[in-house]
Nanobody, 121 residues
Framework: QVQLVESGGDLVQPGGSLRLSCVAS????????MGWYRQAPGKQRELVAA???????NYPDSVKGRFTISRDNAKNTVYLQMNSLKPEDTAVYVC???????????????WGQGTQVTVSS
């Protein structure tokens, strides 16, 4: 059973920083791409950052230059460093990973439960 568990969400003032972590646990062969999504009340889930197994990254314009995604393959962990936070960044941040259970199986999309980030004074 593969699980993704996020941590690091908190209440922070505008202009502040937070670092989110997401650890993949369980039995699997390989983690391909990993990413962070967010969902604010009344809005659709949106991609915040993505990183391939080789380290290539992708960000939407709304967070480019403020957020940085990284991963530690030895620890099966992906991070999201968020700087210069704005009230509009308030959302539940959810971790996503494309994971192969075995070498011969097609990868499957896994999702975490999410961690709340609130940016407010």
């Amino acid at each position: 059973q593969v699980q993704l568990v996020e941590s690091g969400g908190d209440l922070v003032q505008p202009g502040g920083s937070l670092r989110l972590s997401c650890v993949a646990s369980g039995s699997f062969f390989k983690i391909n791409a990993m990413g962070w999504y967010r969902q604010a009340p009344g809005k659709q889930r949106e991609l915040v950052a993505a990183i391939t197994s080789g380290g290539s990254t992708n960000y939407p314009d709304s967070v480019k230059g403020r957020f940085t995604i990284s991963r530690d393959n030895a620890k099966n962990t992906v991070y999201l460093q968020m700087n210069s936070l704005k009230p509009e960044d308030t959302a539940v941040y959810v971790c996503n990973a494309d994971i192969m259970g075995t070498w011969y199986q097609r990868p499957y999309d896994y999702w975490g439960q999410g961690t709340q980030v609130t940016v407010s004074s």
